[in-house]
């Protein structure tokens, strides 16, 4: 499975995950113009898009929406969370349970099993994504105020893990933001921490050449150098080198 990440940030957010010929998109959180800009810059053609499924309906997320109308693209988002969601057209909105959702393209050899787990946000149903093709699993996990046992289960023995590592508390605490927004960012329906990602990571990474790719930095309250001593320390504590056990990059 090929990722490009396309956009990562509080100035928005997008994934293109692709098996063959097909392309899903997580998120789509920048203009619909840039979107396809960027797909074709990556060697995608946005009529290859299968779905969008989306984490949460903050705007960083879903600005780019109306790509979906365009390529009568389907839209997929937790049930809930269709409430905060508006500028898709109902034939396109499809609804996530419990369920996992399969795409095989038949007579193309290519699929994607999409399994949707529960994440801690403010948000009303916000979602995490274990995505599967033949012998590959990526997992998304974007904004979250914490990471619980179900959802490191549902991300655990992936090749790729995507996580935001968003914030450090301290650079928070001595920023000009109000203290109402200050404590919403480290709340448990906030944003993860760089030692809550390391942490998380730290009980996932088996050492076997997985890929780590640190997303959604704060540009105000974050530093990358920081974000990825913070994720080398906590792995190096279990034994596993940047490099030799696993790759690890920053965006």
Known sequence: MKVDILASGSSGNCIALTAGNSTILVDAGIAKTKIEKKLMENGIEPCNILAIFVTHA??????????AEKYHIPVYAGEEEWKSIKNVPEELQCFIGTENILFDQEGHGEWFDIAPFKTHHDAYDPKGYAIYTENHKVSICLDTGH??????????NSQVYIIESNHDPVMVEHSDYPRSVKARIVSQVGHLSNM?????????????????????????????????MTTVLQLKKKGFMQDKHYELEVF
């Open 196 to 228: 809550q990602t390391a942490e998380a990571l730290a009980q996932l990474v088996q050492g076997k050449g997985e890929k780590i790719y640190l997303t959604h930095l704060s540009s105000n309250n974050n530093m990358p150098s920081l974000a990825v």
């Open 147 to 156: 990471v619980d046992a179900d959802m490191l289960e549902a991300m655990k």
């Open 58 to 67: 903050h705007n960083d997320h879903v600005k780019g929406l109306p790509i």
